[in-house]
């Protein structure tokens, strides 16, 4: 499969046609255990050693709906502005396929958890743009394939094929938007927009890693075009797996000039899915299933799902703040310029820095901290941020450290790297490891006679009046205090005892 041979210019893609987007989002769900069974749902394990006889479909294994999912489900849709359904049932999605050990995948389909809500998207330049949502409903992740000895890893070509079930059975909520029109020239730009502020969302609701690389969210992105003034939609296709919020916007990008292409030679566009490919062009899948081919039924293993309304009371009341109008407010509190925040957002800091400060630090000495040293560590570690062992209280521990004078920045940051070392609390690293500033100049006096006995042809020269030749001395104290002095003081103290003071 080549790159389609001519793509329409965008600027006369969009003289005649309307673009027509929807999508469609899954989300993994964070939550401990899998979706009907008691197994971890922890990504990156061995396969198949997060498996049992509910998540493999062995006969006779009955699944138990994990209560935790399902309240996230409402979470999510809660902010997402959706009507939460007072009763619905599971249904049964038949189909065979080798990463789906039951040959059905249990989903909801015309009973979904929430319906019709929206979210309010923001935009670069400041503006907002709605995005209808129509529904969030629940399932569970099938396992993961992994194709060896063909060039792409597809299945074309491959000579084995290798089945890992950890995650078959994952907690899954798939968000499918209604169609967005109206959007002109911007719909790559606002399908990006869309998929960030869905994934800040999901993060600040703390339901999911949202993480797109490792496929804690995924989004199928479905174009069609529609002659300017039409009034019907033209027939779309579905771009599969689109694994980066970069993508996204190509991949819209993309198949509007393919498609236009297609229409202006006198073709129809085939109603299909299509993969995404990395270099930023797609190529036809298979051609769309019909939902009768599913033979959806109600799944008779499971109770129906009738959430109360005290429930559903109880959690809005933790539905947080938007998190990019949260953010604006905090960029303001702290007096930031928007590249300064940018850089904070983008190194995923905001919240930990926000976190910092609540536990008593000053904004910049938390920024400082998260947005570069510990950056640093995170990068080196090749973890996010988030995932480093030490907790904005620590941090926020080391910097009253310093600012009650017991560190310098210098011998803060052995500190932090002791409590990232996994050494104890701030407080104990700094013991352990004998890092305190020493303000007590009895003890440095003493260092520091040590040092001139042991360089007595260099105290003469000082005694001589050559100050230059201190240094020596200084280094050698700043050795021996393990750079806990402080070296102006120690200058002073050693010229004082050469009789240069
Ligand atoms: P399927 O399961 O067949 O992919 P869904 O209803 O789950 O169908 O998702 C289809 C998505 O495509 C929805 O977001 C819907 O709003 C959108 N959509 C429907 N028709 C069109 C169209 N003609 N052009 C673009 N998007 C469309
Ligand atoms: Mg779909
Ligand atoms: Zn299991």
């Known amino acids: 499969m080549s790159v389609a041979a001519e793509l329409v210019d965008y600027d006369d893609v969009l003289a005649a046609y309307e673009p027509v987007m929807g999508m469609e989002v899954h989300v993994e769900l964070s939550t401990a255990t899998k979706m009907f069974c008691g197994c971890a749902n922890r990504f990156g394990a061995e396969p198949n050693t997060q498996v049992c006889p509910v998540c493999l479909g062995l006969p006779g294994s009955l699944p138990v709906l994990n209560e935790a999912a399902v309240e996230s489900a409402i979470r ?44 309010d998207v923001p935009l670069d330049d400041g503006t907002t743009w709605r995005v ?10 099938t396992g993961k394939l992994t194709h060896l000895g063909s060039d792409t890893g597809r299945i074309a070509g491959a000579t084995t094929s290798l089945a890992d079930y950890n995650r078959a059975g994952v907690p899954l909520i798939e968000i499918v938007t209604k169609p967005i029109e109206g959007t002109g020239e911007r ?65 819209v990008r993309y198949e509007m000039r393919r498609q236009a292409a297609v229409l202006q030679a006198g073709g129809t566009v085939t109603q299909e899915t299509r993969h995404f490919h990395e270099d930023g062009y797609t190529t036809a899948g298979r051609s769309k299933e019909t939902a009768q081919d599913y033979r959806y039924f109600p799944e008779p293993d499971l109770e129906p799902i009738a959430p109360s309304d005290e429930l559903v009371d109880r959690l809005r009341a933790t539905i947080p703040e938007l998190p990019w109008l949260a953010r604006k407010r905090i960029q303001q509190d702290w007096g930031i310029s928007d590249e300064v925040m940018r850089d904070l957002v983008n190194a995923g800091a905001v919240e930990l820095v926000a976190a910092t400060v609540a536990h008593g630090a000053s904004s910049e000495g938390a920024r400082a901290w998260w947005g570069n040293f510990l950056v640093q560590k995170a990068n080196e570690s090749g973890v996010e941020l988030d995932a480093l062992p030490i907790t904005p209280a620590q941090v926020a521990a080391v910097l009253k450290l310093v600012d009650d004078g017991k560190l310098s920045t210098k011998l803060a940051r052995q500190v932090v790297e002791g409590v990232l070392a996994g050494e104890g609390e701030p407080e104990q690293v700094m013991e352990a ?69």
Not at 204 to 225: E, F
Not at 445 to 471: C, S, T
């Open 187 to 251: 719909a790559p730009e606002i399908a990006r927009a869309y998929v960030t502020a869905l994934r800040d969302l999901l993060r600040a609701l703390d339901v999911s890693d949202v993480r797109m690389d490792q496929g804690s969210m995924r989004c199928d992105s479905n174009v069609s075009l529609k002659p300017k003034g039409a009034a019907e939609f033209g027939t779309r296709t579905e771009t599969k797996n689109v694994n980066s919020l970069k993508s996204v916007e190509v991949a």
């Open 76 to 119: 999510i849709g809660l902010a997402l502005n959706c009507q939460i359904a007072p009763w619905g049932r599971f249904a049964r999605k038949n189909y065979f396929y080798p990463d789906q050990p039951k040959n059905y995948q249990i989903s909801q389909y015309d009973e979904p958890i929430a319906v019709n809500g929206y979210l």
């Open 132 to 141: 209808e949502i129509e529904r969030a409903h629940m399932e569970e992740d």
């Open 433 to 501: 490891r004998g890092l305190a500033l020493v303000r007590d100049d009895s003890l440095i006096q003493a260092a520091v006679d040590e040092a001139l006995a042991a360089n007595p042809d260099i105290a003469e020269k000082i005694r001589g009046g050559k100050v230059q030749a201190a240094g020596a001395v200084v280094g050698a104290v700043m050795k021996a205090t393990k750079g806990s002095a402080d070296a102006a003081r120690v200058r002073e103290l050693v010229l004082a005892a050469c009789g240069q003071g």
